[in-house]
Every structure is written in structure tokens, then in C-alpha cells.
């Protein structure tokens, strides 16, 4: 932004899985610095992460919350720990199968919900959820398409892309 490649009002984020902890964290510590973010199956809430069926397998990899450092760790990276009333948030588009199991689905719906009733902004906070998919890999190629179609109109509205306005 600094050298005019971009501004805060056109940029965008993306991550999926563990990248959304690292999209959700970036839009909970710096909301100003984007249009919009896009949370693909998200691994959103760290610190209820070892309480799904996948969790006690990324204790090594993020920690656990029964270890006092280690819980301070987990709620420093949690999106939805660090969620906070009256901030301004970007507009969100949260996408989830709901047959994820590698990332279970009341992630998305808990953040998202959160988020939606936090945000001053007035931007939109969306979930998409398919309810014949899961984490990712096995989807159709139609599914794969329309999923990326959707990111890019979000993301191109959000921008003020030239096309992807409501009509007036």
C-alpha cells in the first residue's frame, strides 16, 4: 500500500483450513486494512479445536488448553477469542462443507455468527455452506469452479469492481 500497489479499500485475503486462522486473525488485529476477507473451512476457534474428532491429532502442531502457556498460545491465535464488539470489520464471506471432517462445521457458524453480531462497519458477513461437500478435496469440478466464482465476485464486489455492483 505504501508504494500504491494497492489501497486498504481493494484489498482482499483468502486461507482455507489452518489459513483461516491466520486470515481470521488478520482481520481481528487490523480490520482497517481490508475490503474483504474470504475464510475457506476455517479452523477458526483454537481454543474448542481439540474438543472435534480431528482436535487431539494438532495438539503437537497447536497446542493443547489444558497447559496454562500453552492455552495463552491457543487464545492469542484464536479468531473467535479475539473477536471484538463495535469494531469495524470487512465484509466476510465464510465458506464451509458442512460433511467437513477435518475441520468441523460449528467453526464457521460460531465465528461467523460472532462476527456478524460484532462489526460496526455494516459490511456484510456471509456463510456459504454446501451441503453436499466436505473440506475440500473430493469436490466435483463444478463444485471447485463455482466455489472460486463466488470468492472472486465477493471479493471483486467488495473492491468496487466495475461489474460486480448491484444493479441500481
Known sequence: MAQGYTAKDRLS???GSAGGIFV??????RPDLFAS???GVGNTD????ETRANGAGNI???GTFTKEDEFRGLAAMSPYAN???GAAYPAVLFEHGVNDIRVDVWMT???GSRLAAATSSGKPVLMRLEYDAGHGPGATRDQAQRRTADRWAFMLWQAGAEGFQPAK
Open 13 to 15: 485475503i483468502y486461507g
Open 24 to 29: 481470521g486473525r488478520a482481520i481481528t488485529e
Open 37 to 39: 476477507a474470504v475464510v
Open 46 to 49: 483454537s481454543l474448542r479445536s
Open 60 to 62: 503437537p502442531e497447536y
Open 83 to 85: 473477536v471484538k464488539p
Open 109 to 111: 457458524l460460531k465465528t
